[in-house]
């Protein structure tokens, strides 16, 4: 345990000198509760057919001089369904967000991952995840530069959707799991049927996730989780430590570097945990004047025992706290 803590520690420390890229994708605080938003691998490897809810407010209270006022909202929608008899799971995600300026996107992707059972106990699930984008402007929107031709001929909403492929791998041991994912691989481009010589491109993002467990008792265990983003030009690190007691209350903290200190906190509830409901509370600790001073995120979720599909056996669920 102790040799896995310190490869987690220094994977931490070797990515930390990196600096943060724009936000193209929406953020998820509580990201690692919801690995199929990151990682098409995740899907089915929680054991459990699980549905979950996240409602992001990113920057509460927003004012500006020019294009409104009001938060960047964010809804998404998974679901997780493992097909034991196949090693297999599939998955689903719904996303809408939107900002204030008149801009936003929307997303319906499918997962399906294909797991391999090692011979130590240990997983491999092989991922890829694919579906339609679609990205919106409406007369709201202003541009940072004039004599664009998309804007210019903006008068009411437009959008345009895309095809966009993602692929994951994600090995799972008994108390840590190591992942990474390359989404928008196919890099989808917008013109928005506008004659132009360079489109808007989605950036392909690399993703690592982390997460350890370590049981400080029976009852008390600390899970330190760290998520790596980059765009190939510049990344992202936020990484933190969530401690849970008896498998039913948690609370902890993470920090995005660069951006904002996080606190976590939930409850799981019912037969077996199968409802959770958790918050996290972002405090913005850089560009403050750009930004508003607190975000908020909410997150419910609702699992139901595993279908023993074409004849496969019922996946085992050792910790379902964060074993996904």
Request: net charge positive; charged share 15%.
């Given at each position: 345990?102790?040799?896995?803590?310190?490869?987690?520690?220094?994977?931490?420390?070797?990515t930390?000198?990196?600096?943060?890229?724009?936000?193209?994708?929406?953020?998820?605080s509580?990201?690692?509760?919801?690995?199929?938003y990151?990682?098409?691998?995740?899907?089915?490897?929680?054991?459990?057919?699980?549905?979950q809810?996240?409602?992001?407010?990113?920057?509460?209270?927003?004012?500006?001089?020019?294009?409104?006022?009001?938060?960047?909202?964010?809804?998404?929608?998974?679901?997780?369904?493992?097909?034991?008899?196949?090693?297999?799971?599939?998955?689903?995600?719904?996303?809408n967000?939107?900002?204030?300026?008149g801009?936003?996107?929307?997303?319906?992707l499918?997962?399906?991952?294909?797991?391999?059972?090692l011979?130590?106990?240990?997983?491999?699930s092989?991922?890829?995840?694919?579906?339609?984008?679609?990205?919106?402007?409406?007369?709201?929107?202003?541009?940072?530069?004039?004599?664009?031709?998309?804007?210019?001929?903006?008068?009411?909403?437009?959008?345009?959707?895309?095809?966009?492929l993602?692929f994951?791998?994600?090995?799972?041991?008994?108390?840590?799991?190591?992942?990474?994912?390359?989404?928008?691989?196919?890099?989808?481009?917008?013109?928005?049927?506008?004659?132009?010589?360079?489109?808007?491109?989605?950036?392909?993002?690399?993703?690592?996730?982390?997460?350890?467990?370590?049981?400080?008792s029976?009852?008390?265990k600390?899970?330190?989780t760290?998520?790596?983003?980059?765009?190939?030009?510049?990344s992202?690190?936020?990484?933190?430590?969530?401690?849970?007691?008896?498998?039913?209350?948690?609370?902890?903290?993470?920090?995005r570097?660069?951006?904002?200190?996080?606190?976590?906190?939930?409850?799981?509830?019912?037969?077996?945990?199968?409802?959770?409901?958790?918050?996290?509370?972002?405090?913005?600790?850089v560009?403050?004047?750009?930004?508003a001073?607190?975000?908020?995120?909410i997150?419910?979720?609702?699992?139901?025992?595993?279908p023993?599909?074409?004849?496969?056996?019922?996946?085992?669920?050792?910790?379902p706290?964060?074993?996904?």
């Open positions: 345990m102790r040799k896995n803590l310190q490869f987690f520690i220094i994977i931490l420390l070797l930390a000198n990196w600096s943060v890229f724009g936000q193209q994708d929406a953020q998820l509580q990201y690692m509760f919801n690995p199929l990151i990682n098409p691998a995740a899907a089915g490897t929680d054991g459990v057919m699980r549905f809810l996240h409602y992001r407010n990113q920057w509460s209270g927003y004012q500006t001089t020019y294009d409104g006022s009001g938060s960047l909202g964010t809804q998404i929608f998974t679901a997780s369904l493992p097909l034991n008899g196949l090693h297999s799971g599939l998955g689903i995600q719904f996303l967000d939107k900002t204030p300026s801009s936003g996107y929307q997303n319906m499918l997962s399906y991952s294909y797991q391999i059972g011979s130590n106990g240990s997983v491999i092989l991922g890829v995840k694919g579906g339609f984008h679609t990205k919106t402007f409406d007369s709201r929107f202003r541009a940072g530069e004039s004599g664009d031709p998309i804007v210019d001929a903006v008068s009411k909403t437009i959008n345009e959707t895309k095809p966009d993602s994951g791998l994600l090995y799972k041991a008994e108390n840590y799991q190591i992942g990474v994912s390359l989404n928008h691989a196919n890099t989808p481009k917008y013109g928005f049927g506008v004659s132009r010589t360079n489109e808007y491109a989605l950036k392909q993002i690399l993703n690592i996730t982390a997460s350890y467990d370590y049981y400080l029976d009852e008390v600390v899970s330190p760290a998520l790596w983003r980059s765009d190939f030009t510049s992202s690190l936020e990484g933190g430590a969530i401690v849970t007691y008896s498998e039913k209350y948690w609370l902890g903290g993470t920090y570097l660069n951006d904002a200190g996080i606190v976590i906190a939930g409850i799981s509830m019912l037969r077996g945990n199968a409802l959770r409901l958790g918050y996290s509370l972002d405090l913005t600790t560009g403050n004047i750009a930004k001073p607190t975000s908020h995120e997150l419910l979720s609702y699992a139901l025992p595993a023993k599909l074409f004849g496969g056996k019922k996946t085992p669920v050792r910790t706290r964060f074993r996904h």
